[in-house]
């Protein structure tokens, strides 16, 4: 089983500043921990970020080839992009949104999810063992649907 682990835009910057919101870990520390558990699981990730809304549609067209699952935090991409849901909707690949903080606690505007209606699931307010739980969330579906 292989996943695609995405971070939009502003997720580089883990780490140094606002660590009220997101922690005092940094990208490449969420991305380690990912691969570790990963193998621990017997699966396999690839973790990409940008700060691109196109380069993001991008690589989850190339996840249909490539991915048996994303998992995705759009950030600000949340809250803005059609594109990044219509891509998604695309590929028809199972998908979980994940939120370091919870957006829906934070500013009226965070409160819109436009790729939420595309996701087999939502976790947000957990930090970085957000993104543990979405990976299991992601493993378990696709497991259950390869069994039938
Ligand atoms: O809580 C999350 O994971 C968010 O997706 C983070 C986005 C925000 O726009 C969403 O509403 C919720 C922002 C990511 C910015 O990341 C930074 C990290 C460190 C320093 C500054 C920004």
Known sequence: MHILVLNGPNL???GTREPE???TQ???DLEYML???AAQMGITVTCYQSNHEG???DQIQAAYHTADGILINPAAYTHTSVAIL???KAVKLPTVEVHISDPDTREEFRKISYIRQ???ATVK???FAGYIEGLHILYDHITAAQGQ
């Open 21 to 23: 919101h997101y922690g």
């Open 35 to 37: 691969r570790q558990e």
């Open 12 to 14: 580089n910057m883990l």
């Open 86 to 88: 219509d891509a998604v």
């Open 125 to 127: 307010g957990k930090g």
């Open 55 to 57: 380069s993001l549609v």
């Open 26 to 28: 940094t990208l490449g």
């Open 118 to 120: 595309a996701c087999i």
